[in-house]
């Protein structure tokens, strides 16, 4: 009896999960469609990140590996590696998160939506109101960014100096090592 009314019950997920209508489908597909910069910006944002961390140890490498006449070239260098494996990665990903957000995204948005929710969705996303708030974005971004490095500078710059001299020390490092960036390093 249990084994008949599980199979009832998935039966029925299934079917109802089938019987989704074509027109939420398609609101789902719009939504999808209306998403795309934040796929781009994700897409971006996932490339940078060990990019990010590659330069940051180069940096390290460079001050200490290179000499100094030859540091620039080589830094030169390697950012146009970077540059050129970020735009080659941000596609790459761009282009599979395409192709995967109507299987993972779509049935959340199918599950979790009505088809009238997912038609105020596409009319909020298509709005000049929406429109105008993500082109402020930036903007709004920049200015919270630079309200929070100054206000947090003062308490974290000295954090950022102390750990650096306590990295200093567990390396073995001469105190002459270099020092902390300059105030507002914590940007």
Do not use: C
């Amino acid at each position: 009896m249990k084994k008949l009314l599980l199979v009832a019950l998935l039966g029925g997920a299934v079917l109802a999960h089938a019987q989704t209508s074509p027109a939420k489908k398609e609101l789902v597909a719009k939504v999808l469609q209306l998403q795309q910069p934040g796929i781009d910006v994700m897409s971006r944002t996932i490339a940078e990140r060990p990019a990010i961390q590659l330069m940051q140890a180069a940096q390290g490498a460079l001050r200490t590996q290179v000499p100094a006449d030859k540091r620039e070239a080589a830094a030169k260098t390697i950012e146009a590696d970077v540059k050129k494996f970020v735009e080659e990665a941000t596609a790459v990903i761009r282009d599979r998160s395409i192709k995967l957000a109507p299987s993972t995204v779509g049935p959340i948005l199918e599950e979790k939506f009505t088809e009238d929710e997912l038609k105020q969705l596409v009319a909020w996303l298509e709005s000049p109101v929406n429109k105008k708030f993500q082109q402020a974005g930036p903007e709004m971004q920049s200015s919270l960014v630079q309200k929070v490095v100054a206000e947090t500078s003062p308490v974290l710059d000295p954090k950022l100096r102390a750990l650096q001299e306590r990295m200093r020390t567990a390396l073995g490092l001469p105190a002459d090592a270099p020092k902390a960036p300059a105030k507002g390093a914590s940007k």
